[in-house]
């Protein structure tokens, strides 16, 4: 069984930092990308940060860019996203996601069920 299990959320204040974790089982890591998406209340999923586990290559949203990093940990089947300097607008479900291959903007095959960030003012 596919399993993505979303952790490290919560509540933290404007400018600082929580670590995101996302934990895969059920598939050949090593051949997925990992991303991780985010959707705040009316408005639509945008993503965040993608790594592919065959090369190590990464990519970053705009919004992202500067203060997020993502990172693998392969033998553990794991991905992190470090959030630093966290803003309100940060506030949203994080989702991660795997997709056959290479980084991807779409077409994920799998997914986990979010956690929640909230940075307040």
């Known amino acids: 069984e596919v399993q993505l299990v979303e952790s490290g959320g919560g509540l933290v204040q404007a400018g600082g930092s929580l670590r995101l974790s996302c934990a895969a089982s059920?598939?050949?890591?090593?051949?997925?990308?990992i991303g991780w998406f985010r959707q705040a209340p009316g408005k639509e999923r945008e993503g965040v940060s993608c790594i592919s586990n065959s090369d190590g290559r990464t990519a970053y949203g705009a919004s992202a860019k500067g203060r997020f990093t993502i990172s693998s940990d392969n033998a553990k089947n794991t991905v992190y996203l470090q959030m630093n300097s966290l803003k309100p607008e940060d506030t949203a479900v994080y989702y991660c996601a795997a997709v056959h291959g290479a980084c991807a903007p779409d077409f994920y095959d799998y997914w986990g069920q979010g956690t929640q960030v909230t940075v307040s003012s």
């Open positions: 059920g598939f050949t890591f090593d051949d997925y990308a």
